[in-house]
């Protein structure tokens, strides 16, 4: 539990975000706070016990870093871990659609945590070179988290697709339908250009990604899915579709009582 | 006729009965492999299993603030507190099967609609200073059943409790910690908190079962050293810590006839409702459909995804077989 506090460390003590480095904080954060609250919808709805202990596991891990990476985030404009969370409208928001697709069945949310995991753990491992002390000592932390995460996704890859026909068919459908939301993950914007050193150019982690990827699947005995690939653009507050939706249940009962403290 | 010499065969007990209750009278730990009475071993199956079916149904209640939680830090400590739930629901399916009671005929019996579970659970949680209430409150009262469950004569499951109880009592300070955060704040968070101490506190008090004259299984557990207290000592020893601590808080516990005996040094307090709690407990209370209902469905949702899971590690054995 004593996890659960932010370490002067993590908080960014000392360390106070430019804009630019706070935006990108924000990236992070809010893909890691938007999937945290995807996840948590499972706890008690997880198809076994440990099932639940495991995607609370994740969920809380998730919450972690997106609390490290908003209050870091928050230092460039004197606000708050929660005025983010909270008081930000949709277009304010930075997530990937990736992290926005809804839970669906099991399949679904296995098929986008192997998606992110690989993807954050590929991340996580390069900004621990970043030249921002913060994002470095953060990225440190996280990564030993999202390595479990990615075992975790990577070992019910290989169940459902070696498991039964129905498995097998669910497991390739949901692959199918979280691919398109991956391209938008490794797209440089112009934000990336003015950090260099800082943060990790996302087109450089696409081999990595692909050749892990192609591991898993060919392991499974599956095909790396193809089709279109979805517009994107959650870097520049455009959301898919259900975020809506996401937002207002995330924030509902705070926005009912502005400036209360919880 | 009966002779004496038959009685004696009769009633003498046999070299297992009598370790049996050489150790219960020393007031040592019976374990897995120790001969025990039928009806102990069915009285533990029945607690045990009552228990971890009240620590799954007892997510849910929680489980619908989680993605509305107020703020980030209340967001990750009630994520943690229901997934603790999960686990102590594990610790005791695990203490209840080495009875020899499988998991799969527990789980099936809960969704079934046949197995109990603590009827607490069957209240809504409309308000966040619910999740305040309920770990004041309702946590409170399991802890005060609970710290003398570790001491339990069955080892297992004396073990489990003694984790799970240093789970609880961190989640009793979070619930009070909860309630104070919104006392010390606006008039609509104030009301909410009193509120929701009005609406969980009769149904705690109801949690340490009937008085001890109503009591049918009390005596045989006392005498096995399952229970080692009454339920009604346990009911006072609650609300005598209760009473500070609302004044702390600054609530009011819903019970105008609550006063100390300064010459008993216990509390006197109203008429339990037990029509009530008589409802609740016989399927007829504000949630117990839905309550079932939810676990039935990730049951049902979740079928694909276990039956996938044998079938890999049943291949997997399969193969390591043919290579060995």
Redesign the interface.
């Known amino acids: 539990m004593d996890e659960l506090t932010l370490s002067d460390e993590l908080a960014g003590a000392g360390g106070v975000a430019t804009t630019d480095v706070a935006e990108y904080a924000l990236w992070l954060g809010d893909d890691a706070l938007i999937l945290s609250q995807q996840l948590g919808w499972w706890i008690s709805r997880a198809p076994e016990l440990e099932e639940d202990v495991a995607l609370g596991n994740i969920a809380l891990d998730l919450i972690g870093h997106a609390r490290s990476l908003l209050h870091y985030a928050g230092t460039a404009s004197g606000r708050t871990e929660d005025d983010l969370a909270y008081w930000r409208t949709e277009p304010e928001f930075r997530s990937a659609w990736l992290f926005e697709q809804p839970n669906g069945d099991f399949g679904h949310t296995i098929a986008r945590q192997l998606v992110a995991s690989v993807y954050l753990f590929e991340l996580y491992s390069r900004l621990r070179a970043s030249s921002d002390a913060t994002l470095a000592a953060i990225a440190e932390k996280s990564l030993k988290e999202v390595d479990y995460h990615r075992d975790h996704a990577v070992q019910w890859i290989l169940r459902l697709a070696g498991g039964t026909d129905e498995s097998r068919r669910r497991i390739t459908v949901a692959l199918a339908d979280v691919w398109p939301y991956v391209d938008e993950l490794f797209r440089d914007e112009p934000l990336i250009d003015r950090l260099e050193g800082v943060a990790v150019r996302p087109s450089t982690l696409r081999p990595a990604f692909d050749d892990v990827i192609v591991g898993v699947l060919s392991e499974a005995g599956l095909q790396t899915p193809a089709g279109f690939i979805a517009s994107g653009g959650g870097r520049r507050g455009s959301h898919f579709t259900t975020m809506g939706y996401l937002l207002a249940e995330l924030q509902v009962l705070a926005r009912q009582h502005p400036g209360a403290s919880w | 006729m009966t002779t004496p010499a038959d009685l004696t065969a009769v009633t003498e007990p046999s070299p297992d009965e009598r370790q049996f209750d050489d150790l219960i009278a020393a007031d040592s730990r019976i374990e897995p492999r120790d001969w025990m009475p039928d009806a102990y071993r069915k009285t533990l199956v029945r607690q045990i299993s009552q228990h971890a079916h009240s620590e799954?149904i007892g997510?849910?209640p929680e489980?619908n603030w989680?993605?509305?939680?107020?703020?980030?830090?209340?967001?990750?400590?009630l994520?943690?507190k229901?997934?603790d739930e999960?686990?102590h629901?594990?610790y005791l399916?695990s203490a209840a099967q080495t009875l020899g009671t499988p998991r799969d005929e527990m789980t099936e019996a809960l969704i079934a609609g046949k197995a109990r579970y603590s009827s607490i659970f069957n209240y809504p949680t409309p308000t966040?200073a619910d999740m305040g209430a309920i770990g004041w409150l309702v946590d409170g009262a399991a802890i005060c059943n609970q710290v003398p469950l570790c001491r339990a004569s069955y080892g297992p499951y004396g073990r489990a409790m003694v984790r799970i109880c240093k789970e609880e009592s961190?989640h009793q300070r979070q619930g009070f910690e909860?309630l104070l955060?919104?006392m010390r704040?606006?008039d609509?968070?104030r009301a909410m908190a009193q509120d929701a101490v009005d609406r969980w506190y009769w149904p705690a008090l109801q949690m340490f079962g009937p008085p001890d004259d109503a009591s049918p299984n009390s005596a045989q557990s006392m005498a096995w050293n399952i229970k080692r207290f009454s339920n009604d000592e346990l009911r006072q020893r609650f609300v005598s810590m209760l009473v500070p601590q609302a004044e702390v808080l600054g609530v009011t516990l819903p019970d105008p006839k609550l006063r100390l005996d300064e010459e008993t040094g216990q509390y006197e307090m109203s008429e339990i409702d037990w029509t009530e709690f008589n409802e609740v407990l016989a399927g007829r209370g504000p949630m117990n459909a839905q309550r079932l209902q939810?676990r039935r469905?990730?049951h049902e949702?979740?079928?694909?995804?276990?039956?996938?899971?044998?079938?890999?590690a049943r291949?997997q054995a399969a193969a390591r077989e043919v290579a060995a």
């Open positions: 799954i997510m849910q489980a989680i993605t509305r939680a107020p703020s980030l830090k209340r967001k990750a400590i994520m943690a229901v997934q999960a686990g629901g594990l399916y966040w961190f909860i955060e919104l704040g606006t609509a968070q939810r469905d990730a949702d979740g079928a694909w995804v276990r039956e996938a899971a044998a079938e890999y291949k």
